[in-house]
């Protein structure tokens, strides 16, 4: 009884950082700022260790060779689950770097679109892949592809948090992969509401 409290408690401090996160306007585009999507304002420990039990608890680790996360935020989300599974890690990196086997992939999201580049994932490993927000899908879609090129299979996609239709057309287009997410919310103008 005593984790399920402990697991209540960091889902609440992840909800509530996300309320309290200051809202700006892109456009027509209302985006929340939060440390773990947008490494400001600071990131306090006690939330990125919520995101960490929380996250770890949503993978099979036994069938994970190598965790992936996703330039930049995708850096403070996979080493410490990297770390704690002694899995390696690699990024998707905004920068190319024409290694052997790197894999050029274009990602398109609702505000911005470039390249990313995966290197140094090997045919047959089991993936898990860790990122901040899904909204579109566009960056996730991208990814996935390209780590199908590699020849590795991807077991499961932790993303903090869901907001908009991207997470669940990813659902019905790679029925085969295991998504999650921490926290659900949309955005109200200058409102965040959490939807779980």
């Known amino acids: 009884m005593m984790v399920l409290v402990t697991i209540v408690e960091k889902i609440d401090i992840l909800k509530q950082s996300l309320l309290e996160a200051p809202i700006i306007w892109?456009?027509?585009?209302?985006?929340?700022?939060?440390?773990?999507t947008d490494g400001v304002p600071r990131l306090e420990p006690n939330v990125l260790d919520a995101i960490i039990e929380l996250s770890f608890r949503l993978i099979n680790w036994e069938n994970i060779d190598l965790i992936l996360g996703i330039e930049a935020m995708g850096l403070p989300l996979v080493a410490p689950l990297s770390m704690r599974t002694n899995i390696p890690m690699v990024i998707a990196r905004k920068r190319q770097y024409e290694l052997g086997?790197?894999?050029?992939?274009?990602?398109?999201?609702?505000?911005?679109?470039?390249s990313?580049?995966?290197?140094?994932?090997?045919?047959?490993?089991?993936?898990?892949?860790?990122?901040?927000?899904?909204?579109?899908?566009g960056t996730i879609r991208s990814v996935i592809e390209g780590v199908k090129r590699t020849g590795a299979l991807i077991e499961s996609i932790v993303v903090v948090v869901e907001k908009g239709v991207g997470m669940k057309m990813l659902q019905n287009d790679y029925p085969n992969i295991k998504f999650d997410s921490l926290v659900k919310l949309e955005m109200d103008g200058e409102t965040v509401h959490i939807l779980d």
Request: charged share 25%; aromatic share 10%.
């Open 26 to 36: 892109k456009g027509e585009y209302p985006y929340f700022i939060h440390p773990i």
């Open 101 to 114: 086997g790197e894999i050029e992939v274009n990602q398109e999201t609702g505000y911005s679109k470039g």
């Open 116 to 137: 990313l580049f995966l290197n140094d994932i090997r045919p047959g490993e089991k993936i898990a892949i860790i990122d901040d927000v899904i909204s579109t899908g």
